[in-house]
Structure formats: structure tokens, C-alpha cells
């Protein structure tokens, strides 16, 4: 049994006004009983009333005659209720609710009850207690009448319909008499209160009616004691009035319990966790023991293929995602978290995942053939006392997610509807972050397949690199972001390494990131320097927010990404750098002593501030330095600057002699323990260095005789490397790259042949115009040399220098003449 008690009002001066009053008057209508609530609210004392007509002393002088008639009307119905007009002690009129009921005494000897209320007091900001309430909705209200020493006086028929209790065993005896183990003490203390201070309390209580009792329904109760006073003002016993407020209770238990749902259902997009914060929501506010089983395809973000309403032969399995009990020790509970579950083809459990229906089950049938399929664990439900429960199916957009199982065993009121309608209400709310969660769950593997199949595989072997890679994610609650990396090989034996850093998160985040992948290599087979590189992507960024604007003369998006380009030549070892508002690279030398550069911060990507916002830096590296480029994913953090997240990062990789996977591996475990809020991208790059006998360079007259210069100097120089084989070819391109030059170019001539993974010849002039194939007619003499290099050649291309352009074309080697095999 549960009590509660009210904070006893104080009591109220002259200026304010009960809630409600009680008087008690005899069968000819004189006032036996006053009260002080009556005496705030008319301004009478128990002296100026008791032993006076009612009629008399309350109605005003106009509504003598009509008060009579509601008398005898009174007399006729055996009580009557409603609004009158009422004298204040001071002269003026109050408009009253008015309820006049039928008490009994021992011997069938009766008294009159008089209830009001003020109806004048009453607005839609004002806060009814629940005998006012029930005044004015002239619901049912039960009367007890105690006398000093606590025994029963006068009782209503409500009351017996309220505990059960005939009238007839209520006169003489005090509630200690007649409920044993009942709320009788505290109710009787509360009635002891009244008695000695003269106001009013309320008191809530449980009580089980006859309608409930077979259910084990209680129904909760408020009851307002009064002191009653004879005409001297001496307490002469106490009236209750009781009123059942078990409907409002429960609703504001629902919304309770539904208030509480949203805020800890779908704290996170893990479907796992969100069932074991439904089954924690569930228990105990709702049963005593709550699981939820998800279909096997949801925890791994794959809707299941079951339409609500099909038929199939084949259940699926479930996996357990919540368990929640009120004893969690007890070892006899036949359930485990993350078990695969298989669904009885006869249970009401297969009967709810196919309809979408949910099921109630008062009172448990342990002789179903779906509890005895297992009977290991139907003798553990019955050992653990299970009686009632209900399936409740979680319901996606166009299937059954999983099922919701609660179940009650130490509670021994079984489930009823309304137990019912709050369950489904519960498991809507969860299904709806379910739903969201498989949602987000396939975007983010749809922007994780995107984003790893548009990342680099596998970064082959190079002359002039050691390339090793990470790429981690971001949580759950971000998804998957727009980092990306890349190694990409330029002519003459460099390479450019580059990464970058999208805006945002998701599946755009990554479709964006694969258009700037592109972007970059396709400026990047220019062969243009870094920081006129990244003057051209800023301008595809700006035109890309451009196109994808919905306004035409909408403002495009300020910031599109960050990006860090660098290229690296083996054979001087320089590395050229710029950045677009991305972190600096640190470099690491062979002594394992590693720095951040000082360069040019550069404006993000996207703000078309064209060249003027990029700078490059020009750095010598020794050779095995190691060079780390990574997103700032890596370096930041909520708790710390990005300087910490810098100086974590460094002295990570100060170390010398480690390979670059334990390097990359070691950086990764440094980062903090929660969950990455953005993705976390490293590219680790150990530089290597050319041989000077892999290359050769000469330098050529201007003049018609420097083309058989060349060609004697490229077959002696490929004799000396082994190459004997490519001698016809490297002549036939060497002869014609010279003739250009001669022919379409100015100033000095130099040939170099590099000797690296493919054989490279380069010509440059102090020209700045680029060659350009043409398509000569049949009878043209000229204009087939690129042609012809092209043919003979891999590849081939022109590049700007300072000086002029460099013009080159490269030739495969057989994998015993590589300068890295």
C-alpha cells in the first residue's frame, strides 16, 4: 500500500478562500456541524450558525422561496447538486457549486452533507483540487464521519463502492478496525492532525474496489479531512471526502513515463544501445522484466526484406539488443544480451512479427506449445513466477524491425490495455530512432564504400617514396566525413602527395571529396606548381558551389574544403609545399627529430581568391626523411588546442629506425579514448634519393647538328645502364624532342635521361609554349613528330619551369634495370 501525503496547508486568513467547504445539517435542515474551511469561504463563525436553518442564514432574502423548493427536492431524490446563490457574512452574494448528499448513521437515522464550492474564485490559470473538481463535474464523492475518537459515525453509499465495504460494518469501529494492515495508521494520524489544528489536509491513498480486486488493480484516492465544529467551535469529529483519482494519476504516470522516453531513447545511432534503453526505459516503470530482439539484419544496418502482412515459410532470427530486469542477480533468468533468437513458428512472437500486430497475454498460458518447444527454459519462466505479458512489434516505414517483450511476475497486476497503449507508445518512439538510425547506418556505409573506393588501394612501390596510410572514421554520431589522400606520379621521377579535407559529413561530404579527388589529378598531370594548383582547384571548388546552389542568385557556399599539395623530386631532393588553410606537414629527419614548417597558411578552398591567396615553400630534404601529412581530424580535439593535438603528434613519430606502419600505427593509438568527432586521415611519406649515376644530363647547341649529339649521347648512356634494347626507340624520341626544340623553341638545349622505375628522356628550352600534336594531311611533311613520340613512348608531356618548359616521355624498363625493384 502507498500513501502520500500532501504538504498540510496552512491555514488561510480572512482574504483568501478554501478550495472547498463542507457544513453538515440534520433532516430538518438546521446546521449541526460547521467547519472552518466553511467560515473562510461565507464569513460565518460555528456560533453565529449551528443550530440555525440554513435556509435561514445562507440564501439571500430573494432566494428564500427557492431555497425551500431545493429542500424539498432534496428530500424526494435524496440529495441534489447545483448552483445557488449564497450571502456572505458581509452582505454580499457569492455564486456556488452546491452538492447535498445523504450521509448514514447507525439505526438508519440520516444527515445532510453540504459541499460548495466558489464558482466566482475559478479562471483557466487556476489549479483545482480534486474535490473542487469533482463539485463541478458532480462526480462521485465519498463521506466518512469520525468522532473524536476516530470511530464512524455517518457514511455514504459511495464509500462501499469505493473499498467495498458495506455501511453497515463501517458504524462504531475506526479504519484500524476495518482494514488491518491497511493505510488505517497514517489516515487515522492525519485525522488527528485535523482534530487538534482545526484546518483542513488532503491525503492520497490505494485502495482496491471490488471491480479491481480480481485484476489486482488498485486505484488511487484523495481525500479531504475537515474538522467539524458544534456551536461553540469545539471540535466535534472529522468528515472526509474521498475521490478517485486513479485515471489522473495514470496519466500523469503516462506522460511521465513518456517524457522520460524522450530523453533517453535514441541517445546515440546505435541500434543496439537503443534497445537497451528501451528495456531500461521499461523496467520498472512498466513490468517487471522488458527484452528486445531486432530481426539479425538491423544491428548491421540492412533493413529486412519482410513486408509487414506476407506470408513465409522461413522466421527470421533475432538477435537480442535490450535486457533489463528489476533483479538482475537472479541467475534462473532464461535470457542473454546479443543472443540469436529462434522464433516458434506457433508463438504469439511469429504471429507479431508477421502481422505487425501486438499481443496481450493477461494471464500467461505456460501450456502454449511455443513455451514448451524449449523446456529447459519454460521451467526457468515458471521458477521465476512470469504470469502476464505483452509483444509488441517494432515497427518500421514498411517493415518489422524486431519485437519489444514485457513481461510481470513479482508485480502481481497483470497487464490490462492501457498497459497496452503505453508499451505501443514506448516502442513507437524507439522504432522511430530505430528507423532513423538503419537510415543513417545505410548512408554512412554508402559513404564509407564511396569514400574507400575512391581513397587510394594501394600506393605501389615508388622510386622516389616509401608511402604507409591510415584512415579511421568518425563516430557514429558525425558519420563518415570527406578526408582524402593521395600519392600521384609525376614526370622526371616525381611525386605529388596530397590531403585534404571536405566540409561536413556524410554521402554529399564524399561524392564531394571524389570530384576533388579528380580535380586534383587532372591539375596535377599539368605538372602545375603547388601553389598555382591549388589557385585552380579554389576556382573549381567556387564553381562547384556555384552549380550546386538551388538559387541561380543564391550565394554560394563560403568554404568547401581544406588541402595540403606537395611535390617531391628524388633527384634533388627539394620538396615544394603549399597549403589551403590546412595543417602544416611535419617532417621528421633521419636523426627521428621531427618538425612543423613554417609556411603560408593559404585561405580555404572556395573563397576564389584566386593565386594571390596560395604560397609555396621550397624545402631540401636528407634522404630517408619522413614527411606526415594528415587532416586535422588527427590534431584536434573538444578538450584540446590544435597545438596539443601537434606536439601529441610529433613526438609520436620521434623516433628514428621504426617502419612507416608501426610509425602510422603508433600515431593512431595516440589519439584520445572517446570517439572521433570528425575523420582522422595520416599519410606517412619516407623520401628517397636518385643515384646521381641514374641520371644524366647534357647540355645541347642550338643548331641542327645538336640532334645527332643526342642521339650518340643516349645510346652511349643506355649501353652503360644495360638498355641496349630500348636504344632505337630513345633515339628515334630523343631526335625528335631535340628538332622541336631547335625548330619551335629558343635559347639553350639540355637532355637528361633519369633511370628510375620507367626510363625518362626530358628536353628542355627557355620556350614557354607548350607542343601541341597536330593532324598533318597525307601529303604534309611536317608536324608527325609527337605523333611518333607518342607511339614509341608510355607516356609524355610538357611541363613549366622558371626558365622555359621541359618537354619529356617515358619508356617501361624490364624490372632488373629499375632503380627500385
Same mark, same amino acid.
Given at each position: 500500500?502507498?500513501?502520500?501525503?500532501?504538504?498540510?496547508?496552512?491555514?488561510?486568513?480572512?482574504?483568501?478562500?478554501?478550495?472547498?467547504?463542507?457544513?453538515?445539517?440534520?433532516?430538518?435542515?438546521?446546521?449541526?456541524?460547521?467547519?472552518?474551511?466553511?467560515?473562510?469561504?461565507?464569513?460565518?463563525?460555528?456560533?453565529?450558525?449551528?443550530?440555525?436553518?440554513?435556509?435561514?442564514?445562507?440564501?439571500?432574502?430573494?432566494?428564500?422561496?427557492?431555497?425551500?423548493?431545493?429542500?424539498?427536492?432534496?428530500?424526494?431524490?435524496?440529495?441534489?447538486?447545483?448552483?445557488?446563490?449564497?450571502?456572505?457574512?458581509?452582505?454580499?452574494?457569492?455564486?456556488?457549486?452546491?452538492?447535498?448528499?445523504?450521509?448514514?448513521?447507525?439505526?438508519?437515522?440520516?444527515?445532510?452533507?453540504?459541499?460548495?464550492?466558489?464558482?466566482?474564485?475559478?479562471?483557466?490559470?487556476?489549479?483545482?483540487?480534486?474535490?473542487?473538481?469533482?463539485?463541478?463535474?458532480?462526480?462521485?464523492?465519498?463521506?466518512?464521519?469520525?468522532?473524536?475518537?476516530?470511530?464512524?459515525?455517518?457514511?455514504?453509499?459511495?464509500?462501499?463502492?469505493?473499498?467495498?465495504?458495506?455501511?453497515?460494518?463501517?458504524?462504531?469501529?475506526?479504519?484500524?478496525?476495518?482494514?488491518?494492515?491497511?493505510?488505517?495508521?497514517?489516515?487515522?494520524?492525519?485525522?488527528?492532525?485535523?482534530?487538534?489544528?482545526?484546518?483542513?489536509?488532503?491525503?492520497?491513498?490505494?485502495?482496491?474496489?471490488?471491480?479491481?480486486?480480481?485484476?489486482?488493480?488498485?486505484?488511487?484516492?484523495?481525500?479531504?479531512?475537515?474538522?467539524?465544529?458544534?456551536?461553540?467551535?469545539?471540535?466535534? $469529529? #472529522?468528515? /472526509? @471526502?474521498? =475521490?478517485?483519482?486513479?485515471?489522473? %494519476? &495514470?496519466?500523469?504516470?503516462? +506522460? !511521465?513515463?513518456?517524457?522520460?522516453?524522450?530523453?533517453?531513447?535514441?541517445?546515440?545511432?546505435?541500434?543496439?544501445?537503443?534497445?537497451?534503453?528501451?528495456?531500461?526505459?521499461?523496467?520498472?516503470?512498466?513490468?517487471?522484466?522488458?527484452?528486445?530482439?531486432?530481426?539479425?539484419?538491423?544491428?548491421?544496418?540492412?533493413?529486412?526484406?519482410?513486408?509487414?502482412?506476407?506470408?513465409?515459410?522461413?522466421?527470421?532470427?533475432?538477435?537480442?539488443?535490450?535486457?533489463?530486469?528489476?533483479?538482475?542477480?537472479?541467475?534462473?533468468?532464461?535470457?542473454?544480451?546479443?543472443?540469436?533468437?529462434?522464433?516458434?513458428?506457433?508463438?504469439?512472437?511469429?504471429?507479431?512479427?508477421?502481422?505487425?500486430?501486438?499481443?496481450?497475454?493477461?494471464?500467461?498460458?505456460?501450456?502454449?506449445?511455443?513455451?514448451?518447444?524449449?523446456?529447459?527454459?519454460?521451467?526457468?519462466?515458471?521458477?521465476? $513466477? #512470469?504470469? /502476464? @505479458?505483452? =509483444?509488441?512489434?517494432?515497427?518500421? %516505414? &514498411?517493415?518489422?524491425?524486431? +519485437? !519489444?517483450?514485457?513481461?510481470?511476475?513479482?508485480?502481481?497486476?497483470?497487464?490490462?490495455?492501457?498497459?497496452?497503449?503505453?508499451?505501443?507508445?514506448?516502442?513507437?518512439?524507439?522504432?522511430?530512432?530505430?528507423?532513423?538510425?538503419?537510415?543513417?547506418?545505410?548512408?554512412?556505409?554508402?559513404?564509407?564504400?564511396?569514400?574507400?573506393?575512391?581513397?587510394?588501394?594501394?600506393?605501389?612501390?615508388?622510386?622516389?617514396?616509401?608511402?604507409?596510410?591510415?584512415?579511421?572514421?568518425?563516430?557514429?554520431?558525425?558519420?563518415?566525413?570527406?578526408?582524402?589522400?593521395?600519392?600521384?606520379?609525376?614526370?622526371?621521377?616525381?611525386?605529388?602527395?596530397?590531403?585534404?579535407?571536405?566540409?561536413?559529413?556524410?554521402?554529399?561530404?564524399?561524392?564531394?571529396?571524389?570530384?576533388?579527388?579528380?580535380?586534383?589529378?587532372?591539375?596535377?598531370?599539368?605538372?602545375?606548381?603547388?601553389?598555382?594548383?591549388?589557385?585552380? @582547384?579554389?576556382?573549381?571548388?567556387?564553381?562547384?558551389?556555384?552549380?550546386?546552389?538551388?538559387?541561380?542568385?543564391?550565394?554560394?557556399?563560403?568554404?568547401?574544403?581544406?588541402?595540403?599539395?606537395?611535390?617531391?623530386?628524388?633527384?634533388?631532393?627539394?620538396?615544394?609545399?603549399?597549403?589551403?588553410?590546412?595543417?602544416?606537414?611535419?617532417?621528421?629527419?633521419?636523426?627521428?627529430?621531427?618538425?612543423?614548417?613554417?609556411?603560408?597558411?593559404?585561405?580555404?578552398?572556395?573563397?576564389?581568391?584566386?593565386?594571390?591567396?596560395?604560397?609555396?615553400?621550397?624545402?631540401?630534404?636528407?634522404?630517408?626523411?619522413?614527411?606526415?601529412?594528415?587532416?586535422?581530424?588527427?590534431?584536434?580535439?573538444?578538450?584540446?588546442?590544435?597545438?596539443?593535438?601537434?606536439?601529441?603528434?610529433?613526438?609520436?613519430?620521434?623516433?628514428?629506425?621504426?617502419?612507416?606502419?608501426?610509425?602510422?600505427?603508433?600515431?593512431?593509438?595516440?589519439?584520445?579514448?572517446?570517439?572521433?568527432?570528425?575523420?582522422?586521415?595520416?599519410?606517412?611519406?619516407?623520401?628517397?634519393?636518385?643515384?646521381?649515376?641514374?641520371?644524366?644530363?647534357?647540355?645541347?647547341?642550338?643548331?641542327?647538328?645538336?640532334?645527332?649529339?643526342?642521339?650518340?649521347?643516349?645510346?652511349?648512356?643506355?649501353?652503360?645502364?644495360?638498355?641496349?634494347?630500348?636504344?632505337?626507340?630513345?633515339?628515334?624520341?630523343?631526335?625528335?624532342?631535340?628538332?622541336?626544340?631547335?625548330?619551335?623553341?629558343?635559347?639553350?638545349?639540355?637532355?637528361?635521361?633519369?633511370?628510375?622505375?620507367?626510363?625518362?628522356?626530358?628536353?628542355?628550352?627557355?620556350?614557354?609554349?607548350?607542343?601541341?600534336?597536330?593532324?598533318?594531311?597525307?601529303?604534309?611533311?611536317?608536324?608527325?613528330?609527337?605523333?611518333?613520340?607518342?607511339?614509341?613512348?608510355?607516356?609524355?608531356?610538357?611541363?613549366?619551369?622558371?626558365?622555359?618548359?621541359?618537354?619529356?616521355?617515358?619508356?617501361?624498363?624490364?624490372?632488373?634495370?629499375?632503380?627500385?625493384?
Amino acid at each position: 500500500m502507498h500513501t502520500n501525503e500532501t504538504a498540510p496547508p496552512e491555514p488561510v486568513n480572512s482574504s483568501e478562500k478554501p478550495d472547498a467547504a463542507i457544513a453538515m445539517l440534520d433532516t430538518e435542515g438546521t446546521v449541526v456541524g460547521w467547519t472552518h474551511a466553511a467560515r473562510q469561504l461565507v464569513g460565518y463563525t460555528a456560533r453565529e450558525v449551528v443550530g440555525r436553518s440554513a435556509a435561514h442564514v445562507l440564501p439571500p432574502p430573494e432566494e428564500a422561496l427557492r431555497a425551500a423548493s431545493y429542500a424539498e427536492q432534496c428530500r424526494a431524490q435524496g440529495g441534489w447538486s447545483g448552483t445557488v446563490a449564497v450571502r456572505h457574512r458581509v452582505g454580499h452574494t457569492l455564486k456556488m457549486t452546491l452538492r447535498i448528499s445523504l450521509v448514514w448513521g447507525q439505526d438508519a437515522s440520516t444527515r445532510w452533507l453540504v459541499s460548495v464550492t466558489d464558482i466566482g474564485t475559478l479562471s483557466s490559470e487556476a489549479t483545482n483540487g480534486p474535490v473542487r473538481e469533482s463539485l463541478l463535474a458532480r462526480a462521485p464523492i465519498g463521506i466518512v464521519v469520525h468522532d473524536l475518537q476516530l470511530r464512524c459515525t455517518l457514511v455514504n453509499d459511495v464509500m462501499e463502492h469505493h473499498v467495498g465495504v458495506s455501511r453497515d460494518r463501517w458504524f462504531g469501529r475506526s479504519l484500524k478496525d476495518l482494514f488491518p494492515g491497511f493505510e488505517a495508521e497514517a489516515l487515522e494520524a492525519v485525522m488527528r492532525q485535523v482534530l487538534e489544528s482545526g484546518t483542513t489536509k488532503v491525503h492520497e491513498y490505494r485502495a482496491w474496489p471490488p471491480a479491481g480486486r480480481g485484476l489486482g488493480r488498485s486505484h488511487v484516492f484523495s481525500a479531504s479531512f475537515f474538522c467539524l465544529q458544534d456551536a461553540g467551535g469545539q471540535a466535534m $469529529g #472529522v468528515c /472526509s @471526502l474521498s =475521490v478517485d483519482v486513479t485515471g489522473n %494519476r &495514470r496519466a500523469r504516470e503516462r +506522460l !511521465a513515463i513518456l517524457s522520460e522516453a524522450s530523453t533517453r531513447i535514441g541517445s546515440t545511432l546505435d541500434v543496439m544501445q537503443t534497445g537497451q534503453e528501451l528495456a531500461n526505459l521499461a523496467v520498472p516503470l512498466l513490468a517487471d522484466h522488458a527484452l528486445v530482439d531486432l530481426v539479425e539484419s538491423v544491428p548491421f544496418g540492412v533493413e529486412p526484406s519482410g513486408q509487414i502482412g506476407t506470408t513465409s515459410s522461413r522466421h527470421p532470427l533475432l538477435r537480442r539488443a535490450g535486457l533489463a530486469t528489476i533483479d538482475p542477480d537472479v541467475p534462473e533468468l532464461p535470457w542473454v544480451r546479443e543472443e540469436v533468437i529462434h522464433v516458434h513458428p506457433a508463438s504469439s512472437f511469429a504471429t507479431a512479427l508477421r502481422t505487425g500486430r501486438s499481443h496481450l497475454e493477461p494471464v500467461l498460458d505456460t501450456a502454449s506449445p511455443w513455451v514448451h518447444h524449449d523446456p529447459v527454459r519454460a521451467q526457468r519462466v515458471r521458477d521465476t $513466477g #512470469v504470469h /502476464s @505479458l505483452m =509483444v509488441v512489434p517494432i515497427r518500421g %516505414r &514498411r517493415c518489422v524491425l524486431g +519485437l !519489444a517483450l514485457f513481461v510481470r511476475s513479482k508485480e502481481q497486476t497483470p497487464f490490462q490495455e492501457d498497459d497496452l497503449l503505453l508499451a505501443e507508445e514506448l516502442v513507437t518512439r524507439a522504432a522511430l530512432c530505430l528507423d532513423n538510425a538503419l537510415q543513417y547506418a545505410r548512408e554512412r556505409t554508402t559513404a564509407l564504400t564511396l569514400q574507400r573506393d575512391l581513397l587510394p588501394h594501394r600506393v605501389r612501390r615508388h622510386a622516389a617514396v616509401e608511402v604507409a596510410s591510415r584512415y579511421v572514421p568518425a563516430d557514429m554520431d558525425r558519420g563518415v566525413g570527406g578526408d582524402w589522400f593521395d600519392v600521384i606520379e609525376l614526370s622526371g621521377a616525381r611525386v605529388a602527395l596530397v590531403v585534404g579535407d571536405v566540409v561536413g559529413h556524410g554521402i554529399n561530404a564524399a561524392a564531394t571529396m571524389g570530384r576533388l579527388r579528380t580535380a586534383v589529378r587532372t591539375l596535377a598531370d599539368l605538372d602545375l606548381p603547388p601553389a598555382q594548383l591549388l589557385a585552380h @582547384l579554389d576556382d573549381t571548388v567556387r564553381r562547384l558551389n556555384e552549380e550546386d546552389a538551388d538559387d541561380p542568385d543564391q550565394a554560394p557556399a563560403a568554404v568547401g574544403a581544406t588541402c595540403l599539395y606537395a611535390v617531391y623530386d628524388p633527384v634533388t631532393r627539394r620538396c615544394t609545399m603549399a597549403r589551403a588553410g590546412h595543417p602544416p606537414p611535419a617532417i621528421i629527419d633521419p636523426q627521428g627529430h621531427a618538425t612543423f614548417p613554417d609556411m603560408p597558411a593559404g585561405a580555404p578552398l572556395g573563397l576564389g581568391l584566386g593565386l594571390l591567396a596560395f604560397e609555396s615553400v621550397d624545402l631540401e630534404l636528407p634522404e630517408g626523411s619522413v614527411l606526415a601529412l594528415y587532416t586535422d581530424g588527427l590534431v584536434e580535439s573538444r578538450d584540446d588546442d590544435i597545438d596539443v593535438g601537434m606536439s601529441r603528434v610529433g613526438a609520436a613519430l620521434s623516433q628514428s629506425g621504426r617502419s612507416l606502419e608501426d610509425m602510422c600505427s603508433e600515431v593512431i593509438e595516440t589519439l584520445p579514448a572517446q570517439e572521433h568527432s570528425d575523420d582522422v586521415t595520416l599519410l606517412l611519406v619516407r623520401t628517397r634519393a636518385l643515384q646521381p649515376a641514374r641520371v644524366a644530363s647534357w647540355a645541347l647547341p642550338n643548331e641542327p647538328t645538336a640532334v645527332r649529339i643526342a642521339r650518340h649521347l643516349t645510346a652511349r648512356q643506355l649501353s652503360e645502364w644495360g638498355v641496349e634494347h630500348l636504344m632505337t626507340t630513345t633515339e628515334l624520341i630523343v631526335s625528335e624532342l631535340v628538332t622541336n626544340a631547335i625548330r619551335y623553341g629558343g635559347g639553350p638545349i639540355r637532355l637528361r635521361l633519369i633511370q628510375h622505375e620507367v626510363l625518362t628522356c626530358e628536353v628542355s628550352d627557355s620556350s614557354t609554349s607548350h607542343p601541341r600534336p597536330r593532324h598533318p594531311r597525307t601529303l604534309d611533311e611536317n608536324g608527325r613528330g609527337l605523333i611518333l613520340v607518342a607511339h614509341l613512348s608510355h607516356r609524355w608531356g610538357s611541363r613549366s619551369e622558371s626558365d622555359g618548359k621541359v618537354v619529356w616521355a617515358e619508356q617501361g624498363l624490364p624490372a632488373t634495370t629499375r632503380a627500385i625493384a
